[in-house]
């Protein structure tokens, strides 16, 4: 709407016989405003020629001070810097000391006197401060002409980024920099100052004695904290900013700057931090400056930023390489040295919530001296239950309804593509439809970007959320419909985008599908995202990024294959999975990345050498392994992954020393790998992963502490490792991981409950074991650890049967042959499943030979060995070697039994099956009986 100024001037512009014809305009629209602008004219006609003529002659401005002019005893040399309300100047000091300073005064034209009010604030904020980080002030005064000044120590340095990329200072330069800014801070907050305005052009660094030393300058807009620094107040105008946008915290953005408190600049100093990392600013200043001052304050208020790291891996491989040179390193492991502690050092100090940053400048140095000193940093991510009320509290109506949409794009996708593949083949047939089938198909892929976006944020950042509190069963319905999806979309048709995006939510949904040990839907989901990576690499063969894609689900495969005892797969797929590594070395080089694919390569053959009993070349591969990654931790020793990789090492490492005999050995990897899941317990305590390796340590050493002889300590690993899997169960019941291990300790709970002869209390916990296990294997029958678990379940109940007076031993040990012969006979058997088979036909043959059936006794464990003989030559697995001696001592075999039984011996075995015991006790004592010849 036009203002009543400017139709008041159009009226003074018009011929008076044409005003009166736009005021009866006026009228008809607004009475109101025809009477205002009616008065205003008349107004101004009685005014007359009023102040036409100057009453004085005009000023004479002020000349702007300019080099080799003199204020009170220093002479200007130079202008050096401008600010919001003042210039300033090189000068040299003559008296009483003969020295070069910098002196600010205020500007000409900005002498009100709110600035002079802010002025005089800087010069009492430095006074009041004392520290060698921060510019000294000398002298204040005033000009011939009234305007105030002060005299400042002068820094002869650059603006702090632009001294650490010049120098190319590395990460850990850079941050022992940054924690003295911290820590000068801490001064002036002590002193009850703000800064206000961090930014690196207020902190300047030069060398001193060869070592860079940084100065805060320009407390120009400090707010006092426990006093008024003037007699006057200063007011923030309402809508003006104080301080720099792009460093500004959220509640200096708002219009209440009355509630400022030192966490201000610990938000500012994060910002630095950030840009003294990775290069940039969370917000694009650029942007920003082009934004109103409502978009500029609902940026910094309401958009969360990315975390330095993401930011960087977004940025073009020019940027990249060119920030990473700045930083003396490469890129690939600039982004490895952020991901971390330093992204969370950052994202604390950025929080949106002043509450939930750091205290004070000093506990932020703190913390980054703690990771200088590659200790535990106090900065942790915002924990799953405070993001999840965050998210929700942010996106309630659409975390109501994601589901929805998210099945509603995906239906709505698969009829687009469908329309799509049809326009692209009536394009081929008739150019004349050319038009309609172009428009047919940009709508199909842009329905199609829809939906796979929804679906990687779903099965990726969504999915991680709902794995660390155990929901992942919220996500069985977008699997299934995304898998139907997918079905429809032949590679070949497939752009470049659309290849690499659906092959990275295919993976998603494969790795959802196998938490839940749905095998054969993880598999063909696994084979669907390299049918898709393969083909994107087939076409891009030099890239590195695509063909680590195309080895990732290569791995999967593998993985499965060896999760389904299928080991030829397995192997098969896993010295692919090594091969694209070696070839991703040659492609990029030593990177973090490559050097860490290369060690998963070696590692996964390594374990399925151990599965085969080929342990010495499987110590060798760990041994490699733990080489490789120490390494890598020499120079990122808090990398969760390469630490996520020392607790997996650590318990190959104790699993190949059981196996080859050594009990001491194991049990000192077992504890070695339960300190490193404790200590990223303590980092990440919510996250489910680390509790259930925990409770996966204290089953590995309770086994090892029965097999030691040690009943007592081993009863208190396995308590401790079901309380932890119990609570995670309750927590997540789809999740058949932690079911899979529930079972696994209960059947350990009954062995030792049964070789105590404690049959009663056995049998609750047995009679619920195999109801649990028997609907697991109903629900994924391919699963051979859920198969050879059920068959050992069958076997402890024929053991409790037999403990009774009531008969049905014979039938309990009959169905656990029934379900571990199939294993046998496909060749699904590992030693732990051949071991557990031999056991049950020694059983059968204990029950037939107790009711005379000595020929069918016989039988049972004459086969129990020809299943133990290929595994047998050379081996020190307890596992074989138990079963072995008592299947020989049963047949009479005692001095073929005796090898066997003085490994055992020797390794300090101690059977906790009773019967097995007495078997080879009675074995042990025969064989070295004095000889009666």
């Not at 990775?278 to 609902?298: C, M, T």
Request: glycine letters at 6%.
């Amino acid at each position: 709407m036009t203002r009543d100024d400017e139709i008041f001037a159009l009226a003074l512009d018009a011929p008076p016989s044409q005003r009166s014809a736009l005021l009866d305009r006026i009228g008809q629209e607004d009475t109101a405003r025809r009477e205002r602008i009616e008065s205003l004219l008349a107004a101004f006609d009685q005014a007359g020629d009023f102040l036409e003529d100057p009453v004085m002659d005009p000023l004479t401005p002020f000349p702007e001070e300019k080099p080799g002019d003199t204020i009170d005893r220093y002479t200007l040399i130079k202008q050096i810097g401008e600010g919001g309300c003042g210039t300033v100047h090189l000068a040299e000091q003559r008296e009483p000391v003969r020295r070069k300073v910098a002196l600010k005064v205020i500007k000409l034209g900005m002498d009100t006197h709110a600035v002079i009010t802010r002025f005089e604030g800087e010069r009492q904020a430095l006074a009041m401060m004392d520290h060698p980080d921060i510019a000294r002030v000398f002298d204040a005064g005033a000009t011939e002409t009234g305007r105030p000044y002060f005299v400042m120590e002068y820094v002869d340095g650059e603006p702090i980024t632009k001294f650490c990329d010049r120098h190319q200072l590395s990460i850990a330069q850079r941050l022992e920099l940054f924690a003295r800014v911290c820590l000068a801070l801490q001064h002036a907050h002590q002193k009850g100052i703000i800064h206000r305005d961090i930014k690196p052009s207020n902190i300047l660094v030069a060398r001193h004695d060869g070592v860079p030393s940084p100065k805060v300058i320009d407390f120009g807009i400090a707010k006092a904290t426990q006093e008024r620094l003037t007699d006057q107040t200063l007011v923030t105008h309402v809508g003006h900013f104080i301080g720099t946008p792009a460093y500004m915290s959220p509640e200096q953005a708002d219009q209440r700057d009355i509630d400022i408190d030192t966490r201000s600049d610990v938000y500012a100093l994060g910002v630095l931090l950030y840009e003294l990392l990775g290069g940039g600013l969370p917000f694009n200043p650029k942007a920003l400056a082009q934004s109103g001052v409502d978009e500029i304050r609902r940026t910094i208020r309401e958009i969360e930023p990315s975390r330095p790291s993401q930011r960087f891996s977004k940025l073009t491989e020019d940027d990249r390489v060119s920030i990473a040179r700045q930083r003396g390193i490469a890129p690939p492991q600039l982004s490895s040295v952020l991901q971390g502690d330093l992204d969370w050092i950052v994202m604390r100090c950025l929080e949106k919530d002043r509450d939930r940053r750091y205290g004070t400048a000093q506990e932020l140095a703190d913390d980054v001296r703690r990771h200088l000193r590659h200790e535990p940093v106090e900065a942790r991510p915002p924990s799953t239950a405070y993001r999840v009320e965050r998210f929700v509290a942010r996106h309630r109506l659409a975390c109501a309804s994601a589901l929805v949409v998210a099945l509603t794009l995906i239906l709505g996708t698969i009829v687009s593509v469908r329309q799509a593949v049809r326009a692209t083949r009536a394009e081929r047939v008739a150019n004349v439809e050319r038009d309609a089938a172009n428009i047919a198909r940009t709508d199909a892929q842009r329905r199609q970007e829809q939906a796979e976006d929804l679906l990687t944020f779903m099965l990726g950042d969504f999915r991680t959320e709902l794995q660390k509190i155990g929901r992942l069963q919220l996500l069985d319905t977008v699997g299934e419909k995304a898998m139907t999806y997918f079905a429809e979309l032949p590679p070949r048709d497939l752009t470049d985008t659309a290849l690499a995006r659906q092959a990275k939510a295919l993976t998603q949904i494969g790795e959802v599908r196998l938490d839940e040990a749905k095998y054969d839907e993880a598999s063909h989901a696994f084979t669907t995202a390299y049918d898709r990576a393969a083909t994107l690499a087939a076409r891009h063969p030099g890239d590195g990024d695509i063909l680590f894609e195309r080895a990732q689900a290569e791995y999967w495969i593998g993985f499965v294959a060896r999760r389904r005892a299928d080991f030829p797969a397995a192997r098969e797929w896993l010295l692919r999975y090594r091969d694209s590594a070696f070839e991703l070395v040659s492609i990029e080089g030593n990177t973090p990345r490559a050097l860490l694919e290369v060690v998963y390569g070696l590692r996964n053959l390594a374990v399925l050498d151990r599965d085969n009993g080929d342990l010495e070349s499987a110590r060798e591969g760990f041994r490699a392994e733990r080489t490789a990654l120490d390494s890598m931790l020499a120079t990122t020793p808090d990398d969760l992954q390469l630490r996520h990789r020392l607790v997996a090492n650590a318990g190959d490492l104790g699993l190949t020393a059981e196996w080859n005999g050594d009990y001491p050995a194991a049990l000192e990897h077992f504890f070695e790998m339960s300190a490193h899941v404790e200590k990223l317990l303590a980092q990440e305590p919510e996250v489910a992963v680390w509790q259930v390796k925990l409770a996966e340590c204290s089953m590995f050493i309770g086994r090892i502490q029965v097999l030691m002889g040690q009943p007592i300590a081993a009863s208190r690993a396995f308590d401790h490792a079901k309380q932890i899997i119990d609570r995670l169960a309750a927590q997540d019941p789809s999740n058949r991981h932690w079911q899979e291990d529930i079972q696994y300790i209960q059947l350990e709970q009954v062995t030792r409950l049964l070789a105590v002869g404690d049959g009663e209390t056995a049998r609750p916990i047995l009679v619920a074991t195999l109801a649990q296990l028997d609907a697991l294997v109903k629900e994924e029958p391919s699963s051979s650890t859920l198969t050879a678990g059920l068959a050992t379940a069958w076997r402890l109940e024929s053991r409790l049967r037999g403990m009774g007076r009531s008969s049905g031993a014979d039938e309990a040990i009959a169905r656990a042959i029934e379900w571990g012969e199939p294993l046998i006979e496909a060749g699904r058997a590992n030693n732990r499943t051949k071991g557990e088979f031999a056991r049950s036909l020694i059983l059968a043959g204990r029950i037939a030979s107790a009711r005379g059936q000595i020929r069918e006794a016989h039988t049972q464990w004459i086969r129990a060995l020809d299943v133990l003989k290929p595994q047998l030559s050379g081996s020190n697995d307890w596992r074989l070697l138990d079963p072995a001696a008592q299947a020989l001592v049963l047949l009479g075999r005692t001095e073929e039994a005796r090898p066997f039984t003085d490994r055992l011996q020797r390794f300090g075995y101690h059977a906790l099956d009773p019967s097995a015991a007495a078997t080879l006790n009675a074995a042990s004592s025969s064989v070295r009986s004095p000889s009666t010849h």
